[in-house]
């Protein structure tokens, strides 16, 4: 069991959790992530390592309620603990040592996107980063990529905050506009599925190297189910333990999005239960 040692809301939707996990925290990387389960009989689900205090022993996760157990998970509070936490899984990611990196992260990706961030600004890195969301009361960790960030743009789909528009328009506009892509040595870019491929059809078009974590259904999480098996230039990679970090320029975006969407009849379900106070 590990036990929620703090929980803070950060939008209507979003939570973020400080959980206590030693052995976790004592390993983990930038770019890796744990699978938990809420309780013994709940499914298994993937969440990045959004932070992480070696000397505390704890490890800090971000998520979105978006279904039956990110809503279950939602509902427990501090003190309370997650049946268990299996970590750190997952490659690090590979971060350049020195140069000009944009960071750029849609919805809860800002979450993922926040330890590489981190990790950057301390070995130096010049950082530009756009975070975007559909509105603005759904922007997250704002100060915290601040805090680490040269220059940080903030996007919203309606415009209720900032520059109106995708995360990948402004990229688009910015390097249109003044910011030389030959001075960018890659751009990382975390979120949904379509503003990745997007963000990627950007930055192929400018010729900048763009980094992207891949998010497909996972299961075991060390490479033996299968299920988190993504295209990358031609080769099958599992996500799991090839990435989540791919070349987005690689990937092949339409086969991750029929996969992605393969069980979204029985999580409808799955997620009417959850808010009509079912269980499984
Ligand atoms: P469901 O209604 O069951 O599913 C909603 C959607 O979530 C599905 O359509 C599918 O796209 C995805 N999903 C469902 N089950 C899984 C699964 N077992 N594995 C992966 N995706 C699934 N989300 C965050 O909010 N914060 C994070 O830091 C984060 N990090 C992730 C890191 C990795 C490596 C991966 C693969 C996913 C990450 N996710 C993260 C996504 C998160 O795992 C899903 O939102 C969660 O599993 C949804 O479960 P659910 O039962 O609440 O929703
Ligand atoms: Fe099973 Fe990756 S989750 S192989
Ligand atoms: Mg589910």
Redesign the pocket.
Known sequence: MNEILKKRVLTPV?KEIVVSAPRIARKAQPGQ?VILRVSEEG??????I?DFDREEGTVT???????????LLGKLETNDSIMDLAGPL?LPAELPEKGRVVAVGGG?GV??LLPKCKELHRRGIELISIIGARSSDLVILEDEMRACSNELHICTDDGSRGFKGFVSDKLKQMFETGLNPDEVDEVIAIGPIPMMKATCAVTKEFGVKTWV???????DGTGMCG??RVTVGGETKF??VD??MFDGHLVDWDEAWRR??S??EQ??I??ERCRCGGEH
């Open positions: 979003t992530f499914e298994r689900i993937p969440l990045t959004a996760l971000v998520y979105q309620e978006v279904g039956y157990t990110t809503r997952g809860v979450a993922p974590s891949m998010n497909p259904i996972m299961v299920a988190c996500a799991c990435g989540p992605a969407n069980y979204r999580e409808h799955a997620n």
